[in-house]
């Protein structure tokens, strides 16, 4: 129904940047939250950014003035410009797309993408 595609990644050494990119396509009505979630290694899952319809955004302590989320609402696209890496932002990143509403389902939705991995060396 609903599909997250997402770009960018790879390695990066320390100071360096990345950027990510997802795209959702599908008959999607709406879009509550779109963002970006990290997994490193024996962790659990944890928000890095993400940004609502009306475009109120929220980072995680950890990337806050080194990170920032961008979000097209119409093309159903959300970006995340990560500055400065650190070795600490190792970890797969994963796209979410939260409260999905679609054009011919009552409910809302969450979806996200496969995962790509950033590594950052020191």
């Known amino acids: 129904q609903v599909q997250l595609v997402e770009s960018g990644g790879g390695l990066a050494q320390a100071g360096g940047s990345l950027t990510l990119s997802c795209r959702a396509s599908g008959w999607i009505f709406s879009i509550n939250n779109m963002g970006w979630y990290r997994q490193a290694p024996g962790k659990e899952r944890e928000l890095v950014a993400d940004?609502?319809?009306?475009?109120?955004?929220h980072y995680s302590d950890s990337v806050k003035d080194r990170f920032s989320i961008s979000r097209d609402n119409a093309k159903n696209t959300v970006t995340l410009q990560m500055n400065n890496l650190k070795p600490e932002d190792t970890a797969v990143y994963y796209c979410?797309?939260?409260?999905?509403?679609?054009?011919?389902?009552?409910?809302?939705?969450?979806?996200w993408g496969q995962g790509t991995q950033v590594t950052v060396s020191s």
């Open positions: 940004r609502t319809t009306d475009g109120t955004t």
């Open positions: 979410a797309a939260i409260g999905v509403q679609l054009t011919d389902d009552w409910f809302k939705h969450d979806y």
